[in-house]
T-cell receptor, first 116, second 114 residues
Framework: NAGVMQNPRHLVRRRGQEARLRCSPV?????VYWYRQLPEEGLKFMVY????????ESGMPKERFSAEFPKEGPSILRIQQVVRGDSAAYFC??????????????FGEGSRLTVL | DQQVKQNSPSLSVQEGRISILNCDYT??????FLWYKKYPAEGPTFLIS?????DKNEDGRFTVFLNKSAKHLSLHIVPSQPGDSAVYFC?????????????FGKGTLLTVNP
């Protein structure tokens, strides 16, 4: 499967714990995006990363959330001290070109976070 | 503030008939529009797009129409097939370097009955 790979598919955490979501982009894609879908809502942009750089984090909550895309390995979305409102599906997407692309992103299957 | 609105949460049509999914937007700066399809437990997949310089784009059974003056777009699927049953998301973006930042509607669940 050469698509965007996300893991875990399902993650359950208690309030106050940390959640780490991983994303491996399509082979050859160096641009990664994270989107969040809250219940009954559309997907909302969180962050755009290239290798070792955060390009746009305007959609990230100011506290507790961070993202990275290291030189080697997957992109990671980290949520510290999770709260019930963080329960959502987190989708990773990738593209071959960055800001020149037309919004045609390749999405992974998502990671569903449930906070008890 | 919901900048992209899909006012019909669900739509049911018979196989072979036309499906029309609607989408409205409020931000007149949006200049690129996309439709994504999503099956349960899968990620959204790109279906079709249209630039604001056009009013129609066709790809096989799928056609997207854009009415800029009304800030409205629609997706037509004809003929509809049971495999088209999915959630359809309308999305919009701004050009000028931030077109990766898609603004999505809440989606419309299409059910095509055999």
């Amino acid at each position: 499967n050469a698509g965007v790979m996300q893991n875990p598919r399902h993650l359950v955490r208690r309030r106050g714990q940390e959640a780490r979501l991983r994303c491996s982009p399509v082979k050859g894609h160096s641009h990664v995006y994270w989107y969040r879908q809250l219940p009954e809502e559309g997907l909302k942009f969180m962050v755009y990363l290239q290798k070792e750089n955060i390009i746009d984090e305007s959609g990230m909550p100011k506290e507790r959330f961070s993202a990275e895309f290291p030189k080697e390995g997957p992109s990671i979305l980290r949520i510290q001290q999770v709260v019930r409102g963080d329960s959502a599906a987190y989708f990773c997407a990738s593209s071959q070109r960055g800001t020149q692309n037309t919004g045609e992103l390749f999405f992974g299957e998502g990671s569903r976070l449930t906070v008890l | 503030d919901q900048q992209v609105k899909q006012n019909s949460p669900s739509l049911s049509v018979q196989e072979g008939r036309i499906s029309i999914l609607n989408c409205d937007y409020t931000n007149s700066m949006f200049d690129y529009f996309l439709w994504y399809k999503k099956y349960p437990a899968e990620g959204p997949t790109f279906l079709i797009s249209i630039s604001s310089i056009k009013d129609k784009n066709e790809d096989g059974r799928f056609t997207v129409f854009l009415n800029k003056s009304a800030k409205h777009l629609s997706l037509h699927i004809v003929p509809s097939q049971p495999g088209d049953s999915a959630v359809y998301f309308c999305a919009a973006s701004l050009s000028g370097g931030s077109n990766y930042k898609l603004t999505f509607g809440k989606g419309t669940l299409l059910t095509v009955n055999p």
